[in-house]
């Protein structure tokens, strides 16, 4: 069949365009790391990326009862597996780049002009 529900190798269109989608964000994600407004545009294109995925989950155009003849799905642990792992994924990867891209570091260095033009002397406690 090579319609719209048209499967290749058992996984449906829907999960290619979302391989492509995020495929894309990465790509733009990795380019602009060198320009000025990069995490900007990052940014956008991770929201867009995962506005787009949530429409093509949330409202499938398929038809769910297609094909009742089979009612085991050979691929259901496959796919939970590799839902799993792109979750995981894509957790550890949000929390990294939070912390390197996003939380700037902020490194303690010695003042030596902190008592510097002030008259400080210490209390003699005896």
Known sequence: SSG????YGGIGVGLFI???IWTLVLAIGLLSMTWKSGSVI???????GGFTTLILV???RGNTNADQSDPMDNLFIP????LCVMSISVTVGSVFWFIFKCVQPV????SSS???GINYQPKNTS
């Not at 719209?4 to 499967?7: L, R």
């Open 42 to 48: 990052t940014t956008g294109a991770v929201f867009l």
């Open 79 to 82: 796919r939970i597996i590799m």
């Open 58 to 60: 949330l409202l499938p």
């Open 114 to 116: 902190l008592y510097h």
């Open 4 to 7: 719209i529900n048209a499967e």
């Open 107 to 110: 490194y303690a260095k010695q």
């Open 18 to 20: 979302l391989i492509v």
